[in-house]
């Protein structure tokens, strides 16, 4: 029978408040077994609404905080919806790239599991767990042989959790990971122990679980495993990317927006009034686009006018309205706020100056950002490795890792050059300073070509050189039968005497 550990959850996520995992006592588990279900439903619980507020707030689908001050409650379908904190996550998540792996000392990439990797979709896997890992704090790699072939599956920390060794820092004793939802809780979940996998399913909701135990092929191994996002002794679960700041600052920024939305809508249609007026006087100035206020104080309370012997001048006049500059100057404070928590430059958060940000100024945040980067990638490399070996123990039916696999570095993608410029043109001073080789497949690599471009090129490259000798041998030869003084002797040669 199949683990079927691919597919996702079967509910909108979006219309549910939370995810809460809701496993009792199983009777095909051992109370031991029970224990580490109680102990991880509680860890899922416990962060299950903030969990769900980072998902909300990540996919910008978070409800209009108002504090009925200023902005009546009508207006609140009118709030704009900011990006930022998509923003966020996936400027870091861009610059965390996985280019493959690599043995020290060797030019040539680890390319013994291309095809497990490609089958398995690894690096799509790994591309969604760090998206995930940066929006949550944790996320979550599982590797298992079901139906006579390797699977590997990212998890989000709303759907797996997992109990730490602490023999063993960084790796698991036992984890759980739910394959599929329903309106009633968990239907299909997996249990990971060392060597071992439990399929949880339940048909109905109050249906008795069954219960099925699989070798994974890993004995001493649990393939549940964590990758997690800036990892504290106090935290080891690591920590959101989008921060409570970063929260309270974009509640903030839609206050402002909105302000400055309702104050533009009559900054840019003036209200205009009239004094003195009677009704049908000011019914002439009535406008399609801006309301009109009259005041008749010449009227009494059953609306006939008042006998008087001066008639009092009628004027008409305009509302006056305060700029729009007090919100938007609010909006750009808290944006540069945000571009401070969050490593960002403020030109990624829409806010343009009337001097733009200097070179110097971008540089030093997109620095920051690119160390923070660095450092995502060497909290990560571990498990990642981790993952590979897995991947390779299960394609290759073995039960330890060879030193030539277990020596393999993850490399990494340079964040700081972020573009093809700045890598192309690092990699050509490199070259004339003699750095580095040219006509390289690793030299094509590292200026930001793709790997089956970077064969091609060094292929090209080459043949080219093949060419260029090729052709120096044939102008050597014509030189030689030109020159009287070798021609009697090329004639000799080609004619096959020995010399």
Known sequence: MSLGIGGGPSVDVSHVPERVLNIPQIRGLSDAENADVAVMCEQVRRVAARNRD?????????EFVNMNVAIP?????????LGWNATAVDTLARRVQLDGFVRPGSVDRFTDLDAALRRTRFFSQFKMAVQSMLIYGP?????????????????????????WDDERPGQLRCGIAVQEWEHF????????????????????????????????????????????????????????????????????????????????????YPQLYGTNMSPELAAQFASGMAKFFAVDVHRDEDGAPMPSSE?????????????????????R?????????????????????DNPSSADAIDRADGELNDLAEETGRDIREPILDVLHDVWLLENGAVSVP??????????????????????????????????????????????????????????????????????????????RSNPLSAGLVARREAGEQL
């Open 311 to 331: 008639v009092p001048e009628t004027k008409i006049g305009q509302v006056q309205v305060g700029s729009q500059q007090p919100h938007l100057d609010s909006l």
């Open 73 to 81: 409650a009508e207006f609140e379908q009118y709030a704009s919806v």
């Open 139 to 163: 996320a979550f790699i599982a590797t298992v042989r079901s139906g006579g072939m390797t699977k590997v599956q990212a998890f989000s920390a709303r759907d797996a959790t997992g109990i």
């Open 54 to 62: 980072r998902f909300v707030y990540y996919n910008a689908e978070q």
């Open 185 to 268: 809780g968990v239907k299909r979940a997996l249990l990971f122990y060392p060597g071992v996998a439990v399929q949880l399913t339940r048909r109905t909701f109050g249906a008795d679980w069954e219960v099925q135990r699989f070798r994974t092929g890993l004995p001493g191994r649990v393939s549940l495993r964590p990758l997690t996002f800036l990892p504290q002794l106090d935290k080891p679960w690591g920590q959101s990317r989008i921060t409570r700041p970063m929260l309270s600052l974009t509640r903030s920024a839609a206050r402002s927006f909105l302000r400055a939305e309702m104050n533009g809508e009559i900054y840019g």
């Open 403 to 480: 030193d030539d696999v277990a020596s393999l570095e993850a490399d990494f993608h340079d964040p700081g050059q972020t573009t093809r410029y700045s890598s192309r043109m690092a990699l050509a001073s490199l070259v004339t300073a003699g750095a580095v080789t040219p006509g390289e497949s690793i030299t094509y690599e590292a200026a930001g070509f793709s790997r089956p471009t970077a064969l091609r090129l060094a292929e090209a490259w080459q043949a080219a050189e093949r060419r260029k000798s090729q052709q120096a041998m044939a102008e050597q030869a014509l030189a030689a």
């Open 333 to 353: 404070s808290t944006a540069m706020l945000y571009a401070a928590e969050s490593h960002l430059s403020p030109d990624k958060l829409g806010v343009i100056h």
